[in-house]
């Protein structure tokens, strides 16, 4: 008869895979020392660019049980968002990363996920509990994902799966149970520089490392004020996926189930002109929901301006 913390286990991986989760990871919580140390020297060399929150809550990251206060283990876990669509290459029509493709946003649709997950599995224990995150509170999340056989941490800073490639969210649930834990699997990155090679600005500068001043993603997202002269955003408008798309492990063809995640026809492989027309209440309707309204209307005009001077 398997014993409690087997059955547990078995029944938590069961559970997440009818969620959607294409893969499921458990390890035991430790606080990371080593991880968090990292974290404060790229901080302090102001390698995180404007995101000033990173800042915020470093000893919860380093340390889970300051969130939950008996955690025992983390399960982690990815939820695939690729889809068969391709971006058109004609140079008239900009990109937007993949991840932003669809109608919802990521986070709404795996926190409800999420949500039910940690009910269900609370009820197969009298005192288990839970906590839970996607991308959206301190948890080192890769370093978890890392650890728990989801993949490894690759040269371009993404968690890649030897099998899927990169092209899947992470979600992380604390838990005060022991559970049988998965091994880390092997760095296959090896020699390969691809993604070095190809990242356009030189934001990932060496192997395993990267400068949010210099990304793409950063400057079309997260930057409130001008992108400098210097960034040239490739045709790139909201995000961007260079160092992925060269990455050999992503050339595995898998794709997300999950409707939400196919391009929307309001505003995926449309022109310039088209995109540039908007109003902000078109860009207000036609992104509700969606990743791209992190950008907010005004960045969305920036980075238009910039992409279409950029080809002219």
């Keep these: ?3 409690l913390n087997d059955r547990l286990s078995i029944t938590i991986k069961q559970m997440c895979a009818e969620a959607g989760f294409i ?13 968090s140390g990292f974290l404060r020297m790229w901080l302090d060399k102001g390698l995180n660019a404007g995101m000033k929150w990173m800042h915020n809550n470093i000893e919860k990251r380093r340390d889970p049980s300051l969130i939950l206060e008996d955690v025992k283990s983390v399960i982690s876990l990815a939820y695939f968002y690729d889809t068969p669509a391709e971006h ?9 990363s993949r991840y932003a493709w669809g109608k919802k946003d990521y986070h709404k649709i795996l ?5 039910h997950l940690c009910l269900e599995i609370e009820k197969q224990e009298a005192g288990i509990r839970t906590k839970s995150y996607t991308d959206d509170g301190p948890v080192m999340d890769k370093v978890w994902a890392e ?3 989801i993949g490894w941490i690759g040269k371009n800073t993404n968690v890649i799966n030897k099998d899927f490639g990169s ?8 838990i ?5 834990y998965d091994r880390p699997v092997e760095d296959l990155c090896g020699s390969c520089n691809l993604c070095i090679e190809a990242c356009p600005t030189g934001a990932l500068f060496k192997d395993y490392n990267l400068d949010s001043n210099l990304c793409i993603s950063y400057q079309t997202i997260e930057n409130r004020g001008e992108i400098p002269e210097e960034i040239n955003l490739n045709g790139w408008i909201f995000g961007c996926d260079i160092c992925q798309e060269v990455c050999p492990f992503t050339r595995n063809k898998f794709f997300t189930n999950d409707e939400n995640f196919y391009p929307s026809a309001g505003h995926f492989n449309k022109t310039y002109d088209e995109l540039i027309s908007m109003s902000e209440d078109d860009f207000n ?12 209307y005004n960045g969305w005009r920036r980075n238009l301006i910039k992409a279409i001077e950029e080809i002219l």
Excluded: Q, W
């Design 1 to 3: 008869m398997p014993a």
């Design 23 to 35: 893969k499921i990871g458990f390890t035991r919580y430790e606080i990371l020392n080593e991880e």
């Design 167 to 174: 092209y899947f969210f992470i979600a992380t649930i604390f």
């Design 176 to 180: 005060n149970r022991e559970l049988i």
């Design 285 to 296: 309707n036609t992104f509700n929901g969606t990743p791209v309204r992190r950008t907010k």
């Design 111 to 115: 926190k409800k996920k999420l949500k």
């Design 147 to 149: 650890r728990s056989g």
């Design 88 to 96: 058109d290459e004609n140079f008239r029509i900009p990109k937007i």
